[in-house]
């Protein structure tokens, strides 16, 4: 390989390592809704996980959730649309988004991000509870790569007409500072090109 070559190969790597270091990935959190009392406002349960939730009540089988039509995705609980659309509101921005849907009317998910449209979905079917005949706990899912912080799931205008269970989603973020492992790495890589063209003159 001839030295321009070389050093080509160690820019291109090293412009690798530093990309990496301003992007960072965090693991889908999955909300299943299982631990909360029946009848309980979801809110800011879940903030520790980045989403706030508006108009969402957490219902149990056998109390308030009718499981023989609505069946959970999993578990005993469900969201269940409380007095008007679920809105989910993330502190950082996802790139996607996915929920179980077991719905009495036809619903609508509307992913926006700074108050504009970025994704949606529909569901297949104008209901989906168990004796409509259709499978319930349909998989919706939305995703942007711009990122969604916000997500508005519309039944009925004014409520109570379905339940979203296992719900999951991604976050991307983007920093401008490197991560310290990246540092190390980085350096190390400085230090090696340094060390490699010090041997190509010496050799010239």
Partial sequence: MTRNGILSSVRHSLLGLLVLGFSSFSPAATIDFEGLADGTTIGSTYSALG??????????AGISLNEVEFPPHSGANVALDFGGPIVLLFST?????????????????????????VASANSTFADNFVSSGNPP??????????????????????????????????????????????????????????????AWVAHS
Avoid at 51 to 60: I, N
Avoid at 94 to 102: A, C, D, L, R, Y
Wanted: no cysteine; net charge negative.
């Fill in 51 to 60: 989403v706030v939730f508006s108009q969402a009540q957490a219902v149990s």
């Fill in 93 to 117: 921005p996802v790139v996607s988004f996915q929920g179980f849907f077991t719905y009495a009317t036809g619903i609508t998910l509307l992913g926006t991000l700074s108050g504009g449209s």
């Fill in 137 to 198: 706990n349909e998989l919706l899912q939305l995703s942007s790569a711009g990122g969604i912080d916000t997500i508005t799931i519309t039944g009925d205008p004014a409520g109570g007409s379905f339940v979203v269970d296992d719900i999951s989603f991604d976050v991307s973020v983007v920093s401008g500072v490197p991560e310290p492992a990246t540092l190390v790495f980085l350096g190390i890589g400085l230090l090696g090109a340094a060390i490699g063209r010090r």
